[in-house]
């Protein structure tokens, strides 16, 4: 308990600028900290490409046929869907030259 009420003071001394040299440190610290997060998330969607550029292929070569048939589905939904768009709204069909 001891630990936790140190903390609560010391968090407390630092958001509430009852120091200011030591607020500004703090400040300095999350907005560094910021960098630090946003390398790392950039990093991690380095990764997870990298990952993806090799899994994906085998991934589709197994399960070839399956895919297609969905893709086709849903290619065919899609088509449904944007001939009702343009049957309801005729002035979002592109002229035609």
Known sequence: MEHVNHMGDTLRRLLLIEDYIETVKFGGLLWALTYVG?????MTLVILLFIGAFTVPKFYEVYREPIDQYLDIA???IKKVTDQVNDKLPF??????
């Open 38 to 42: 946003q390398w790392f998330s950039g």
């Open 75 to 77: 290619q065919t939904h």
């Open 92 to 97: 979002l069909k592109k002229k035609q030259q």
